[in-house]
């Protein structure tokens, strides 16, 4: 049913524009970055008041990128060093076992990846010690 939400939709896409228009305002001071993270990440990025959500190729698969150098080593390196940071780095279970003091969340994902099922179940998130707790209440809802 991805896609077909029925409280988005309505006959006059009242709520629709409703919950577009807080989308934007939440999202009003974010910036997507595609290409090379390192040039992302310069002096411009703003600093202190910043969350950075890294999502590189994962070990073992970065050659299904076109990369010519495996860089996971060196997101991670630049994560552990900017840990004051809000700082979320993507990777599969086992990926960056030495990260110590960051909070590490497994999930499923339901879609099949390029390795097939075989690495469904294996998806991590590791979150910098700076980020929110993840013992304390979670958020429920996008717009609380």
Same mark, same amino acid.
């Given at each position: 049913?991805? !896609?077909? !939400? !029925?409280?988005?939709?309505?006959? !006059? =896409?009242?709520? %629709?524009?409703?919950?577009?228009? /807080?989308?934007? $305002?939440?999202? /009003?001071? @974010?910036?997507? @970055? ?6 992302? +990440? ?9 969350? @950075? ?9 970065? #050659? *299904?990128? =076109? @990369? ?7 997101? /991670? ?5 900017? $840990? ?8 599969? +279970? ?15 994902? #339901?879609? *099949?990846t390029y390795s097939g099922s075989s690495t469904t179940d294996r998806e991590a998130i590791w979150f910098s010690p700076a980020c929110?707790?993840?013992? %304390?209440?979670?958020q429920q809802v996008l717009f609380a």
């Amino acid at each position: 049913n991805a !896609g077909r !939400g !029925g409280a988005l939709l309505t006959s !006059g =896409g009242r709520t %629709a524009w409703r919950w577009l228009h /807080e989308l934007a $305002a939440r999202l /009003e001071r @974010v910036r997507v @970055v595609h290409g090379s993270w390192e040039r992302c +990440l310069n002096n411009h990025y703003g600093a202190e008041s910043t969350a @950075v959500f890294l999502d590189p190729p994962y070990r073992a698969f970065e #050659k *299904l990128y =076109g @990369v010519s150098a495996p860089c996971a080593d060196g997101v /991670e390196a630049w994560a552990r060093d900017n $840990a004051h940071l809000r700082v979320a780095l993507c990777g599969h +279970l086992g990926d960056y076992p030495s990260i110590d003091g960051w909070d590490m969340v497994p999930w499923t994902r #339901k879609r *099949l990846t390029y390795s097939g099922s075989s690495t469904t179940d294996r998806e991590a998130i590791w979150f910098s010690p700076a980020c929110l707790s993840l013992v %304390a209440p979670r958020q429920q809802v996008l717009f609380a």
